[in-house]
């Protein structure tokens, strides 16, 4: 069991903790987005409608299964669609959330959750940065060596 452990952790694209770590977040997003289209959250689906709240789940259930194996296996030129999609749907939530906070009741506050959805689309914006100019294969030579 453990010799079948190393082999595999031997498979995850290096720096493995980042690729595991990333994977990780992938994963949870994919679940709470599938859990979100069985059970949408009732005030976003009420302020947008239950076609707009499933549309923004399958989106970010799509971008985080497209994220798991990608992060690991290092497959950037498909992980950039998976980011692309995260961030996508990271500011569509942005803007329910804000517009839910200047429409809402005065007394509610939804700046912590605009917040954390802000920071996770930040840090998506990051990775798709270090993504997007890596090719297929992230032992290619790029560039030759001088003398």
């Known amino acids: 069991m453990i010799g079948l452990a190393v082999r595999l952790w031997r498979h995850i694209n290096e720096p493995r903790t980042i690729s595991v770590t990333h ?26 409608g239950t076609f707009s709240m499933r549309l923004l789940a399958a989106t970010l259930a799509v971008g985080g299964a497209l994220g798991v194996p990608t992060a690991l296996a290092g497959i950037w030129w498909l992980e950039r669609t998976a980011v692309t999609l995260v961030i996508l749907s990271s500011a569509v939530y942005l803007a329910i959330i804000l517009s839910l906070q200047v429409t809402g009741d005065p007394s509610s506050n939804r700046l912590l959750q605009a917040g954390f959805v802000f920071g996770m689309g930040a840090l998506h914006f990051v990775r798709w940065h270090r993504v997007k100019q890596r090719p297929y294969d992230p032992d290619r030579v790029t560039s030759t060596p001088t003398d």
């Open 23 to 48: 994977a990780l977040v992938y994963a949870v997003l994919t679940a709470v987005a599938l859990y979100s289209l069985v059970v949408p959250p009732t005030t976003v689906e009420g302020a947008v």
